[in-house]
């Protein structure tokens, strides 16, 4: 098996950077840009800028059947998602979402059916975004496996992809253990620095502290009730 076309959704710091490394590496015509309406306009007449180059994605309302669709809109947007990659979703095609939380794969199955969904996310990017133009430092990687964790041939292919690609990737031994320390964070430091209005500094003292192992315990009891091993 082999991936040779992608669609991407969503092009925001996270979905341009792995874009603009597959749309290198497999051409212009093998990747797709899903967007309609007034953004498709946009895209096509302003672009978007990666570290100040321009990225030549083929932008399209009408996409075509891909080997894989990358979802990398925010979680508000993805009922909007499902809808506008229908045209890209053929028998074989893989589907992954790159959004935060734990929920988007589930809802993609009840669209798709879990057979077409991997389970991902992206970690460690660093980047800023005004408007069209995106900066980044740190481009992070992206972790992804089967929902039984097996290392299917498709998880195969999609690595090859990604390395090929120069996109750092990881398949761990338990995608839903990482998916949920990933959410832990998210909602331990990132919810608790915007209620404080402060930066991960302001993490470095007592009160603070405690109040993050508060939040991790509530995802912590979550997760297992959910039957994953989160410690």
């Given at each position: 098996?082999?991936?040779?076309?992608?669609?991407?959704?969503?092009?925001?710091?996270?979905?341009?950077?792995?874009?603009?490394?597959?749309?290198?590496?497999?051409?212009?015509?093998?990747?797709?840009?899903?967007?309609?309406?007034?953004?498709?306009?946009?895209?096509?007449?302003?672009?978007?800028?990666?570290?100040?180059?321009?990225?030549?994605?083929?932008?399209?309302?009408?996409?075509?059947?891909?080997?894989?669709?990358?979802?990398?809109?925010?979680?508000?947007?993805?009922?909007?998602?499902?809808?506008?990659?229908?045209?890209?979703?053929?028998?074989?095609?893989?589907?992954?979402?790159?959004?935060?939380?734990?929920?988007?794969?589930?809802?993609?199955?009840?669209?798709?059916?879990?057979?077409?969904i991997i389970y991902s996310?992206?970690?460690?990017?660093?980047?800023?975004?005004?408007?069209?133009?995106?900066?980044?430092?740190?481009?992070?990687?992206?972790?992804?496996?089967?929902?039984?964790?097996?290392?299917?041939?498709?998880?195969l292919a999609i690595r090859?992809?990604?390395?090929?690609?120069?996109?750092?990737?990881?398949?761990?031994?338990?995608?839903?253990?990482?998916?949920?320390?990933?959410?832990?964070?998210?909602?331990?430091?990132?919810?608790?620095?915007?209620?404080?209005?402060?930066?991960?500094?302001?993490?470095?003292?007592?009160?603070?502290?405690?109040?993050?192992?508060?939040?991790?315990?509530?995802?912590?009891?979550?997760?297992?009730?959910?039957?994953?091993?989160?410690?």
């Amino acid at each position: 098996m082999e991936i040779k076309s992608v669609a991407l959704i969503g092009i925001g710091a996270v979905g341009c950077l792995f874009g603009a490394r597959i749309n290198d590496y497999l051409g212009r015509e093998h990747v797709q840009v899903i967007a309609d309406g007034q953004r498709l306009l946009r895209y096509r007449q302003d672009g978007v800028y990666l570290n100040g180059k321009r990225i030549d994605f083929d932008y399209t309302d009408n996409p075509r059947v891909a080997d894989l669709i990358i979802i990398a809109t925010k979680n508000l947007q993805l009922g909007e998602a499902i809808q506008a990659i229908k045209p890209a979703v053929g028998e074989h095609t893989a589907i992954m979402s790159l959004l935060n939380g734990t929920e988007s794969e589930h809802i993609l199955a009840e669209a798709y059916g879990e057979e077409k969904i991997i389970y991902s996310f992206a970690v460690g990017l660093s980047s800023m975004h005004d408007g069209n133009k995106i900066h980044y430092e740190s481009d992070g990687r992206i972790v992804f496996g089967e929902n039984d964790n097996r290392i299917s041939e498709r998880i195969l292919a999609i690595r090859k992809l990604f390395e090929e690609a120069h996109i750092t990737c990881k398949v761990p031994e338990n995608i839903h253990l990482e998916m949920w320390k990933k959410f832990m964070l998210n909602t331990a430091f990132n919810t608790l620095s915007a209620i404080i209005w402060g930066g991960y500094g302001d993490f470095d003292n007592e009160p603070t502290r405690q109040l993050v192992r508060m939040a991790s315990d509530e995802v912590i009891l979550v997760a297992n009730a959910e039957g994953v091993p989160l410690t």
